[in-house]
């Protein structure tokens, strides 16, 4: 099924009035889901650290005719709790409901022995990875519970492995994290379908940044991966929940069916 959703395209408006929050919306696989959700009807939320791209992405998503999204500048590495319970007020205030999430949001800051790994930068990794999504998701699941058809999706990422230090650390904690609020809501009273996407090696800054001797242009672009994305945060995707779809390298050459 996972290889058929890199294909999957659903109707016109599929996400008509729905509100999605997307973390790391500033650019690659963000920006990506981010337009392709507004394409389909939804008012998006963009969260990020950088303004200008993500005026960027609002202006494209404009600029297309799409709903006009919501730009919410956050730095998730430093921002406490208080942060987002205001950020949740406020989209229940100006939108009035809350229908999707997507915990993008990822920096892969250093490749290191584990034993010479900074004890600073380990606790800003962690603390962007691990504390700031469960902030995120405990402010803004009282919400989501209110929602006919709520989803969450984590974007996942196989690093438990060598040198990946504190990101696969903290990658591991989010895919345990998903399991464990994706058991909790597989329930017939307050249903959310939860999901894990691995998107495997994408043609992103992060990518580049960390793989300075991979040529970029042998890495699919962000835009082929946005199929589960779309299936997953919809009524397609139905009780679907709890599962991790993985990719272990899309071809470089791929296009999304909707692009085509």
């Known amino acids: 099924m996972s290889v058929d959703l890199l294909n999957y395209v659903p109707e016109d408006n599929y996400l008509k009035d729905r509100v999605i929050l997307v973390t790391g919306a500033s650019s690659g696989l963000g920006a990506a889901v981010s337009k392709v959700y507004a394409r389909f009807g939804a008012t998006v939320i963009l969260l990020g650290k950088t303004i200008p791209k993500l005026e960027k992405v609002y202006d494209e998503i404009v600029t297309s005719g799409y709903p006009e999204p919501i730009i919410h500048p956050l730095d998730m590495e430093g921002a406490h709790g208080g942060h987002y319970e205001e950020m949740a007020e406020s989209i229940i205030e100006s939108l009035g409901r809350l229908d999707g999430l997507v915990l993008n949001a990822a920096n892969l800051p250093v490749f290191t022995p584990f034993k010479h790994y900074d004890p600073e930068l380990w606790g800003k990794t962690t603390m962007a990875l691990i504390q700031a999504n469960y902030l995120l998701l405990r402010a803004c699941l009282p919400e989501l519970e209110k929602a006919n058809d709520p989803a969450i999706i984590f ?40 999901n894990r996407i691995d998107p ?49 390298r899309v071809d470089a050459d791929a296009v999304w069916t909707g692009d085509v």
């Open 155 to 194: 974007t996942g990422h196989k690093s438990n492995k060598a040198y990946f230090g504190a990101f696969g650390v903290a990658k591991g904690g989010l895919d345990a994290m998903c399991d464990i609020i994706a058991d909790e809501y597989d329930r017939d009273d307050g249903f959310i379908r939860i």
């Open 200 to 248: 495997g090696p994408i043609r992103t800054q992060m990518r580049t940044l960390n793989f300075p001797g991979e040529n970029p242009n042998t890495v699919a672009k962000p835009e082929a991966l946005v199929g589960p994305y779309l299936y997953f945060i919809g009524p397609d995707a139905g009780k679907r929940t709890g599962e991790s779809i993985e990719y272990e």
